[in-house]
């Protein structure tokens, strides 16, 4: 009895255990480019970077939340994508994608000021980009992800939203590095800023070094969401629990 009571509690261990691998990247440099490793190396003063890309990945990139200043700033690091000149960058409220604010469009450059941007969310759900544009979008909260839109198709932070169901996005925490980006000031990469990287091309298509896009945010924390396998096998295991008891109850 003991046994078939614990089993549904290691099983949801084991679920949340396998969420949090991290998702392979490609540092490899075969096509010429920088590699992601390289540019976090390349932004921090004296590096190379304290973040490994490979082991360091932030997991709970789903879904974010503003902080209590109730805004945030963000820059782009750098940008690779061959659609570099095309592709949109910005918010949806996770609850509904079709309610989205772009941060950044094609033309903002790494570097310069069209590379920086702020966004904020009001009490009333509406989303206010560089401080002054009230853009009539209004959101359910305080929930919401990040999406990159290309001319064939948008990629969200939430995979599950995903067409080919991959992961399009991987975010780092800063660890206190000195980093510089771009012609501002270098200072600390602290823990409420993010260095989020992307995949701007379908699965089938890419060569997963998720350095087609780059940002930095500030101001946000990612929120915990379980995994749509998790939930399954959470009520998998409170059913098996469920189970049990009534067996106890009718021994």
Request: glycine content about 12%.
């Amino acid at each position: 009895m003991t046994i078939m009571r614990t089993l549904p509690l290691a099983c949801l261990s084991l679920a949340l255990a396998a969420t949090a691998q991290a998702t392979p990247v490609n540092v490899s440099g075969a096509n010429g480019e920088l590699n992601l490793q390289q540019i976090l190396d390349g932004i921090t003063v004296g590096g190379p970077s304290s973040v490994n890309v490979a082991t360091d990945q932030y997991a709970n990139d789903t879904q974010w939340s503003l902080g209590g200043s109730g805004g945030a700033f963000s820059q782009i690091v750098i940008e690779l994508a061959g659609y570099a000149a095309i592709n949109s960058f910005g918010i949806y409220d996770a609850t509904d994608p079709t309610k989205f604010v772009e941060i950044f469009s094609g033309p903002a450059t790494a570097g310069t000021s069209s590379a920086r941007a702020t966004f904020s969310i009001l009490e009333d759900g509406q989303v206010v980009r560089n401080l002054f544009d009230e853009t009539g979008v209004y959101f359910a909260g305080n929930l919401f992800g990040f999406y990159l839109s290309t001319p064939n198709h948008t990629w969200y932070s939430d995979a599950a939203r995903n067409g080919d169901g991959a992961d399009h996005m991987v975010a780092y925490q800063g660890t206190g590095d000195t980093v510089k980006i771009g012609n501002s000031i270098a200072g600390p990469w602290a823990n409420n800023e993010f260095v989020m990287a992307w995949e701007d091309q379908a699965r089938n298509q890419w060569d997963y070094d998720y350095n087609d896009f780059v940002v930095m945010v500030e101001s946000v924390s990612g929120v915990a969401v379980p995994e749509p396998g998790t939930l399954a096998l959470f009520a998998f295991g409170l059913a098996g629990l469920g189970l049990v008891r009534r067996r106890a109850t009718a021994g």
